[in-house]
């Protein structure tokens, strides 16, 4: 079996056209390309992004080796010259990106990379593979999260996950959008994510009966006992044999798992009988093709729930499977510096890019810590926080809000400079931790399942003339 080189994850198309650069003298040419999505899955009104570490370490890794090489000379069509240059190349230039667990909105860049264009172009299939998948995933969990009003989630999706890395780093990823945990090992294994979980139906099946396969549970694990309650019959036997077990071993830190029938019905005629019991601080996981809207819908109907585990609606985000984010050209530099702005023109609208090396600056009232706008500006202007600004609506472009006694942040910080990666990656707790604290910026209203308010997301007024310039050239 071949050996998995992340760096020949590419499209191949990638490799045809850096080939071509290299032939037309343009390989050491600077490119600018943003990272960035058109339109927010499930209609939210803003995403979350993820997937920077796994960038990181796809970069100090990019390499070619001689089985590389040889199998792109054997599929022709490449020059020897630009065979050999790959056998030397790394990357060499500058990324900038938002921290993961950042609230990001539509058509402003996620991620800004400036490099030679070779090094620029081959990244692209895996940087985007990277932010668009666990930006997916964050963000459908964090929508799963908010619906439960502050019960616990656990991810539970590996088995119905695409693929193995799929399950993992889908792992990691809705850690980050707010699970408490996972079921997944090699999440925890690999970056912490805590794993647990409780039993499956055959462990019940495998006993004579449910109190020998319950009690024979607790025994080995009394400290962690979540038993299944729904193999046979979930109130005349599951919870019932459950109660009886917790009683005879002293478990008063159980807990049972709901994981077929009506669970709002289920869970408060279980919450009861465990209270009669005097076993109040037994828990009730449910689980069974959870989101956020049958969270929600239960949270409404009162049910008695603590832990909800969700699987294959978390993991594939069954509702909006792709997030869509895209990598553009936005700029290349002359040979004396000077940037030159670029922009991508469609019949569709929605596809023009926003052109130019820029900066994204996120505006907070200074009163609440709200965040009221973004402003994407070219990389040399500073916001001057003295002076009443002045946005656009983005429903609504004759529309302005004037904003004052408001402070300015640049959403991106340097992650690669020189080839060499000057960020200090967070650990996985503080990642969600910031996460949940950049959340409580947003307004309810952002956060609304069914009709968000729109945020407001801003071009300066020079970027603004920059881009009419451009598209007016376009049309001659």
Not at 236 to 245: D, F, L, M, N, Q
Request: aromatic share 10%; proline share 4%; with cysteine.
């Amino acid at each position: 079996m071949t050996e998995r080189n992340l760096s020949m994850l590419c499209d191949f198309y990638e490799l045809t056209m850096s080939n071509g650069y290299f032939r037309s003298g343009m390989h050491n040419r600077i490119t600018i390309f943003d990272v960035f999505y058109r339109s927010v899955p499930d209609a939210a009104g803003f995403a979350i992004a993820a997937g920077l570490e796994q960038v990181i370490e796809y970069i100090k890794d990019l390499h070619f080796t001689e089985e590389d090489i040889e199998y792109l000379r054997n599929k022709g069509g490449f020059d020897e010259e630009f065979l050999q240059y790959l056998r030397n190349f790394r990357f060499t230039g500058d990324i900038y990106a938002v921290p993961e667990g950042t609230p990001i909105f539509p058509n402003e860049p996620i991620m800004t990379v400036r490099a030679p264009a070779i090094e620029a172009q081959l990244i692209e299939t895996y940087v985007l593979l990277a932010i668009n998948h666990q930006s997916l995933i964050a963000t459908k969990a964090n929508r799963i999260v908010r619906a439960s009003q502050g019960r616990t989630v656990l991810e539970f999706g590996s088995r119905r996950a695409q693929g193995a890395d799929g399950a993992v780093i889908g792992a990691r990823a809705a850690y980050i959008g707010g699970c408490k945990g996972t079921a997944c090992v090699l999440t925890d294994r690999m970056y912490g994510v805590p794993a647990g979980g409780t039993m499956a139906h055959s462990w019940v099946q495998m006993f004579g009966d449910e109190y020998t396969a319950f009690k024979t549970y607790c025994e080995l694990y009394p400290n962690n006992a979540t038993l299944l309650v729904d193999t046979y019959n979930t109130l005349k036997s599951g919870v019932p044999t459950a109660i009886r077990v917790f009683k005879e071993l002293g478990i008063e830190n159980g807990g049972i798992r709901l994981d077929s029938g009506d669970i709002s019905y289920l869970s408060k005629k279980a919450r009861k009988m465990l209270d009669d019991a005097g076993l109040v601080n037994c828990k009730i996981v449910a689980s069974n093709s959870l989101d956020e809207y049958l969270i929600r819908d239960l949270m409404m109907q009162g049910a008695e729930i603590d832990v909800f585990g969700v699987g294959e609606r978390l993991i594939t985000s069954k509702s909006a499977p792709v997030f869509g984010g895209v990598y553009k050209l936005v700029a290349v530099e002359d040979a004396d510096g000077t940037v030159v702005p670029r922009i991508k023109v469609s019949e569709n609208t929605a596809k023009i890019t926003n052109p130019h090396f820029k900066r994204l600056y996120r505006l907070y009232d200074k009163d609440s810590g709200k965040a009221l706008a973004d402003e994407l500006c070219l990389r040399d202007e500073v916001i001057d926080e003295s002076q009443p600004h002045t946005i656009f609506d983005p429903n609504a472009t004759w529309k302005t809000k004037t904003l004052e006694n408001f402070y300015a942040k640049d959403l991106q910080v340097p992650v690669f400079l020189g080839g060499e990666c000057v960020y200090q990656t967070p650990s996985i707790q503080e990642i969600q931790q910031y996460c949940a604290a950049q959340l409580e910026t947003l307004w309810d209203e952002v956060k609304r399942f069914e009709n968000p308010h729109t945020y407001y997301v801003d071009l300066s007024q020079k970027l603004w003339d920059v881009k009419q310039q451009l598209l007016k050239d376009a049309k001659r």
